[in-house]
C-alpha cells in the first residue's frame, strides 16, 4: 500500500508568482486535507476536500484555492505569493471527513518566497 | 480565541525515563484530542487520540490524560528510547472536519 506522497518536495518562488502544490492520498482514501506548517509553529488547516468538493475551510484568503480530482488526488494552489507563505505544506488523506478516520500525513512540500 | 499550547518549547529527558509533554487548550467544546510525533523531515504521524468524555487511555508506552477542568492534556511516553526524539503536537478537533494545532515540544532523548 503506497502512503501518501506530494510533490515536489523543495519549491522556491518570487513574490507575487502563483504555485501548485500537488498530493496522492493513500489507496482507498477519499478525504484530503491541506495544511501550512510555518518554522517552528504546529500545522494551520487549510481546507479539506471530500469526493471533489470543498468540505471545510481554515482562515485562509481566497488566493489559497484546491482542487480534488476523481482518482482523489489533489492540488493546492496560490496566487500572488508572499513571503508570509514561506512554509512546509502538508497534505493528509483520510478514509473519510468524519474525525474517526485517521489522518495520513505526507512529509510535506518546502515553499520558500522570495 | 480559541488556541491550543504547549508549556515547554523543549524537553530533554534521560534514555529510559518517563517524558511528560503538556499542552493546554482554551476552547471548552473541543471534544476530541489527538497527538502527533513529527520527526526532522515527515508529517505528523498519529500517536493516540481521546475523546472528552474519557479522562485517560492508554496505548504502547504512551498515556494521554485529559483534565476537562483546567482544560489540560498530557502525552506520557514510558521508557523513553532514541526513537522518541521528534516534535510532538496536540491537536483539537472543535468542528469534524477541522483540528487546531499547538505550536510543538520537541523532546530530545539523552543517551
Known amino acids: 500500500e503506497t502512503g501518501v506522497t506530494q510533490s515536489p518536495t523543495h519549491l522556491i518562488k518570487t513574490r507575487g508568482q502563483q504555485v501548485t502544490l500537488r498530493c496522492s492520498s493513500q489507496?482507498?482514501?477519499?478525504?484530503v486535507s491541506w495544511y501550512q506548517q510555518a518554522l517552528g509553529q504546529g500545522p494551520q488547516f487549510i481546507f479539506q476536500?471530500?469526493?471533489?468538493?470543498?468540505?471545510g475551510r481554515g482562515n485562509f484568503p481566497p488566493r489559497f484555492s484546491g482542487l480534488q480530482f476523481p482518482n482523489y488526488s489533489s492540488e493546492l494552489n496560490v496566487n500572488a505569493l508572499e513571503l508570509d507563505d514561506s512554509a512546509l505544506y502538508l497534505c493528509?488523506?483520510?478514509?473519510?471527513?468524519?474525525?474517526?478516520?485517521?489522518?495520513?500525513f505526507g512529509p510535506g512540500t518546502r515553499l520558500t518566497v522570495l | 480565541g480559541e488556541s491550543v499550547g504547549l508549556h515547554l518549547p523543549t524537553l530533554s529527558v534521560q534514555e529510559g525515563d518517563n517524558s511528560i509533554i503538556n499542552c493546554a487548550y482554551s476552547?471548552?467544546?473541543?471534544?476530541?484530542f489527538i497527538w502527533y510525533k513529527q520527526e526532522s523531515g515527515k508529517g505528523p504521524q498519529f500517536i493516540i487520540d481521546?475523546?472528552?468524555?474519557?479522562d485517560k487511555r492508554q496505548g504502547q508506552r504512551v498515556t494521554v490524560l485529559l483534565n476537562k477542568t483546567v482544560k489540560h492534556l498530557s502525552l506520557q511516553i514510558a521508557a523513553t528510547q532514541p526513537g522518541d526524539s521528534a516534535v510532538y503536537f496536540c491537536?483539537?478537533?472543535?468542528?469534524?472536519?477541522?483540528?487546531?494545532f499547538g505550536t510543538g515540544t520537541r523532546l530530545k532523548v539523552l543517551a
Open positions: 493528509a488523506s483520510s478514509l473519510g471527513q468524519g474525525r474517526d478516520n485517521e489522518q495520513f
Open positions: 489507496s482507498g482514501h477519499n478525504t
Open positions: 476536500y471530500y469526493r471533489e468538493e470543498e468540505n
Open positions: 476552547n471548552s467544546a473541543s471534544d476530541y
Open positions: 481521546i475523546r472528552s468524555n474519557m
Open positions: 491537536a483539537e478537533n472543535i468542528i469534524r472536519r477541522r483540528y487546531i
